[in-house]
């Protein structure tokens, strides 16, 4: 990343563009802007970017959509824009790959704080995964890491979305070992938790419905009281 990161700005709001642009651009940063996803796309095959900032309610394809083809091309930081208390999109997001969220309307020191704890996590964090190119034993589960595919010793497969195989990945890399809540969230999104965020409960719960066989009675990520989750078998990284 440039000493002045690039940003991608992309809202069909003419306001929020110019308003977004111009405090960013007093922060340090340098910005393009983009009124929707078609010419998001446009942008992206002139210039690299070292960050997109993507509204998810737009005309065309919405952001939801073209975060997940982002992340199937590449592995640009996301930040998404939704709606104030808007769980569905919020988790959706996560799920496709987003790395954070901010709700409107948004205070812009934190949209500015933000996009930097993000820059300097994904800075940090080598972008080749721990275990590309790898399948994965665990429990009754084998996972082709790669594929975000799931195959159960009973036969059946299940896909992973980008949020799930992000989550379980800190798992697999630490098992047995209890990680906080907070823990959590800074690993997979580099922001610190609220006092009533539970961005990591609704993750866990959506990825134990694919890997546990009784869902009332969680045993492969276990909940540690007072302490967080934990995965509880080993992993086997198969050849």
């Known amino acids: 990343m440039t000493t002045m990161p690039h940003i991608l700005v992309v809202d069909d709001h003419v306001e929020i563009r110019k308003s977004v642009s111009r405090y960013l651009e007093r922060n340090g940063m340098r910005t393009s802007v983009a009124e929707s996803a078609a010419e998001m796309d446009v942008r992206l095959a002139e210039a690299n970017f070292d960050l997109i900032v993507l509204d998810v309610m737009m005309p065309g394809e919405d952001g939801l959509s073209a975060c997940k083809r982002l992340r199937q091309d590449g592995n640009t930081p996301v930040l998404m824009l939704t709606a104030l208390g808007d769980d569905d999109d919020r988790i959706a997001g996560l799920d496709g790959g987003a790395d954070d969220y901010l709700s409107k309307p948004f205070n812009p020191k934190e949209l500015v704080a933000r996009i930097n704890a993000i820059l300097r996590r994904t800075q940090q964090i080598p972008q080749i995964e721990t275990f590309a190119g790898k399948n994965l034993r665990f429990a009754h589960l084998e996972l082709d890491y790669d594929g975000r595919l799931l195959s159960s010793d009973d036969g059946t497969h299940t896909m992973l979305t980008t949020g799930e195989i992000k989550l379980l990945t800190l ?60 995965l509880a078998c080993d992993v086997e990284v198969l050849a």
């Open 171 to 230: 798992f697999l890399e630490r098992p047995r070992l209890v990680l906080s809540r907070d823990q959590l969230l800074e690993l997979s999104t580099g922001r610190v938790a609220g006092p009533l965020d539970r961005t990591i409960d609704n993750q866990v719960s959506r990825l134990r419905r694919k890997i546990e066989p009784d869902i009332l009675r969680p045993r492969i990520i276990a909940t540690v009281r007072n302490g967080g989750y934990k």
